[in-house]
T-cell receptor
Framework: DQQVKQNSPSLSVQEGRISILNCDYT??????FLWYKKYPAEGPTFLIS?????DKNEDGRFTVFLNKSAKHLSLHIVPSQPGDSAVYFC???????????FGQGTRLTINP | DTGVSQDPRHKITKRGQNVTFRCDPI?????LYWYRQTLGQGPEFLTY????????KSRLLSDRFSAERPKGSFSTLEIQRTEQGDSAMYLC?????????????FGQGTRLTVV
């Protein structure tokens, strides 16, 4: 039962353009969402998060949008840079719980 | 600043052997988590400690797996009688935020290969 899904295993974007990574979830109890970035041979690094009381959170080049009615969130990176090439995981949690439920990841490649 | 430290980084073991991994969390972080990541998948939750108390265990954590966190500092994850299906990246994370989900900081992981 995959409660958090990232349906695109990979995404290729030209440097300077916008990267949009998508994530869907099925559990309506989730109320906190996070994006992690992972380079090879390293652990995931926290990128940005959003609470279910918001529909947008922005941090520099990174913006996360949450559409609760569609149970969908997306991460926008603009402008995309070569250093953004990595695997991106979305994760979700329920308030009071300490477990994060991760999606399968999307490999983002930024082409020069 | 030392982040979450895991040791060893890589471990190759023969099927049936026992292995133990260590995790040193960020100091002052009272919450510690273990996750497992297999190829092509995201990390999957295994267990969670608050200080020295193990408060939650996933059904993925079979009776061959045991985790400890003596004195609420470092943690160990032991796998007994390893099987090829145990081959994965084992990730440790820690956090200090209270009241729910946290932006956990992950270590670099221990990659286990069972041959």
């Amino acid at each position: 039962d995959q409660q958090v899904k990232q349906n695109s295993p990979s995404l290729s974007v030209q440097e300077g353009r916008i990267s949009i990574l998508n994530c869907d979830y099925t559990n309506s109890m989730f109320d906190y969402f996070l994006w992690y970035k992972k380079y090879p041979a390293e652990g995931p690094t926290f990128l940005i998060s959003i609470s279910s009381i918001k529909d947008k959170n922005e941090d520099g080049r990174f913006t996360v949008f949450l559409n609760k009615s569609a149970k969908h969130l997306s991460l926008h990176i603009v402008p995309s840079q070569p250093g953004d090439s990595a695997v991106y995981f979305c994760a979700a949690s329920i308030q009071g719980a300490q477990k994060l439920v991760f999606g399968q990841g999307t490999r983002l490649t930024i082409n020069p | 600043d030392t982040g979450v430290s895991q040791d060893p980084r890589h471990k190759i073991t023969k099927r049936g052997q026992n292995v133990t991994f260590r995790c040193d969390p960020i100091s002052e972080h009272n919450r510690l988590y273990w996750y497992r990541q297999t190829l092509g998948q995201g990390p999957e939750f295994l267990t969670y400690f608050q200080n020295e108390a193990q408060l939650e265990k996933s059904r993925l954590l079979s009776d061959r797996f045991s985790a400890e966190r003596p004195k609420g500092s470092f943690s160990t994850l032991e796998i007994q009688r390893t099987e090829q299906g145990d081959s994965a990246m084992y990730l440790c994370a820690s956090s200090r935020r209270t009241g729910g989900a946290a932006e956990a900081f992950f270590g670099q992981g221990t990659r286990l290969t069972v041959v």
